[in-house]
């Protein structure tokens, strides 16, 4: 008799609760709001994702005037705010301040929130903070900018049409190959790279992750993507080919194109754009830059003396601000303090202002889904300098026109080699280069996002209009 007492007791309890949460959710459809939201946590990154994020608004605001846009954020952030960050950190115009919905519960897809088990703690933690959102505000149309895939689902039950940008797939048949192969990264600590035993329990994880993560991500009504790269991830793990488009992400090559390809030879100037991130590898380029002064030195040319590196990026919290730091100490202890700048969070006139002077660019991240940075360098006339995988490979450092736009390199010693090339070559030979970079950059304009945008959302935006 206990026994049965007991579990009709968790069955009430169970039922009760299923009947709450349903209540919740055809209480908030019926209330759905005719308008877009735009599921973005971190409205400061400072990021390419942050610029996707106010072109779509942009585009959408463009092509379907009537409908409210609306930001999930974590931030402390009012419309006028967020309207004039695009504008002064972006250079994107709204047409409207858009409306923001602030979310409370942003710890749950914070990294530090889980220092085992990241991905899964986060994945599933973005569905609590989905649905504090969408209780909230239910839009009729959900975009997700930011590749929250485990939210999918919650927004198609709150009756939501789904819609996202994935700028890279949360799990990937590279991670597991480097986890099986016992490879040390970011995002494989040591200790597990070192024991077989624990290899293999990771790469059992990664496996049930990436079938959960092929579930949710195939409840996507559109997927848009930004690379090749991501496009062959994706479609092998989401498994809706028909449903995904890629959609280069919009770079800022227009104003940036404006800016003269002659740069001063006197002080050759190397800049590096990215968030002090630790997948950006800034290390990794600072050692080569050093290299290579190394061996100009050796070979007692004056051009070391007067090379110049810039770090330029944003800090997102306190690590970000602790491995800026270590950076700079790095660098004192190589003696390059007189060689090397560091710029944070500057506004993006300032930025243009310094890919102007530079004579080249550098990127370092191992399977860079994209690499906005590359293409930024190729819009401003500075040979980019990349790393040879993902989107940079796939996408962006190609021949145009049969004329060579950039270098790709692996090792610090291939980025030395790289920077020494860019260094000793001829005003002519350079300016060669950095036009057929500029001509290619074209090709992942704002402009051409916009275009492939719209066309990409324009047949399920069709769709439901017809039934507002």
């Known amino acids: 008799m206990a026994t049965l007492t007991l579990a009709l007791a968790i069955f009430s309890l169970l039922l009760a609760t299923f009947l709450y949460f349903s209540l919740i959710i055809v209480s908030s459809r019926r209330n759905r709001k005719k308008s877009v939201g735009f599921f973005h946590p971190y409205t400061n990154d400072g990021g390419g994702g942050e610029r996707v994020l106010w072109c779509a608004v942009r585009a959408i605001q463009e092509d379907n005037p009537g409908l409210e846009c609306a930001v999930f954020t974590g931030d402390e952030a009012s419309p006028e705010s967020l309207s004039a960050r695009a504008r002064d950190r972006f250079g994107v115009e709204l047409l409207r301040a858009p409306k923001v919905i602030r979310l409370f519960k942003r710890k749950w897809v914070d990294e530090k929130t889980y220092p085992r088990f990241t991905m899964i703690g986060q994945s599933l933690g973005s569905v609590y903070l989905s649905w504090e959102a ?134 050759p100037t190397f800049i ?113 300098i990349a790393h040879n995988s993902a989107g940079p490979r796939m996408d962006i450092v190609l021949e145009e026109d049969g004329q060579q736009t950039g270098f790709l390199a692996n090792t610090k010693e291939e980025y030395a080699d790289a920077i020494i090339k860019v260094l000793m070559m001829s005003d002519t030979d350079r300016l060669k280069i950095a036009s057929s970079a500029r001509n290619r950059a074209q090709r992942f304009s704002e402009q051409r996002f916009d275009q492939d945008f719209k066309a990409a959302i324009r047949p399920l935006f069709g769709c439901l209009n017809k039934q507002i």
């Open 134 to 267: 969408l209780r909230k505000y239910n839009p009729q149309y959900y975009i997700d900018t930011s590749g929250y895939a485990f939210t999918y689902p919650l927004a198609r039950l709150f009756g939501c049409k789904v819609i996202c940008y994935t700028h890279y797939p949360t799990i990937s048949s590279d991670m597991v190959a480097r986890v099986t192969g016992q490879s040390f990264m970011y995002n494989n600590d040591p200790l597990i790279a070192k024991s077989a035993l624990l290899s293999r329990c990771k790469v059992i994880y990664y496996t049930i992750f990436s079938w959960l993560y092929g579930m949710v991500g195939s409840c996507a009504h559109l997927a848009m993507v930004n690379s090749s790269w991501t496009r062959s991830h994706i479609e092998q793990l989401w498994r809706i080919p028909d449903r995904t488009k890629r959609v280069y992400p919009p770079c800022d090559t227009s104003s940036l194109q404006m800016l003269p390809l002659e740069r001063p030879t006197e002080l």
């Open 272 to 384: 590096s754009v990215a968030q002090f991130r630790p997948e950006k590898a800034h290390g990794l380029q600072l050692e080569a830059f050093a290299l290579a002064l190394e061996r100009l030195s050796s070979l007692e040319l004056d051009i070391k003396k007067r090379a110049k590196l810039q770090f330029v990026g944003s800090c997102r919290n306190e690590e970000d601000e602790n491995r800026l730091q270590k950076l700079k100490e790095r660098c004192t202890e190589l003696h390059l303090e007189d060689f090397v700048e560091f710029h944070r969070n500057v506004l993006y006139r300032d930025l243009v202002k310094l890919l102007g002077g530079a004579v080249a660019g550098l990127h370092s991240m191992v399977d860079e889904h994209f690499g906005i940075s590359v293409v930024e360098y190729m819009a401003a006339g500075a040979i980019p």
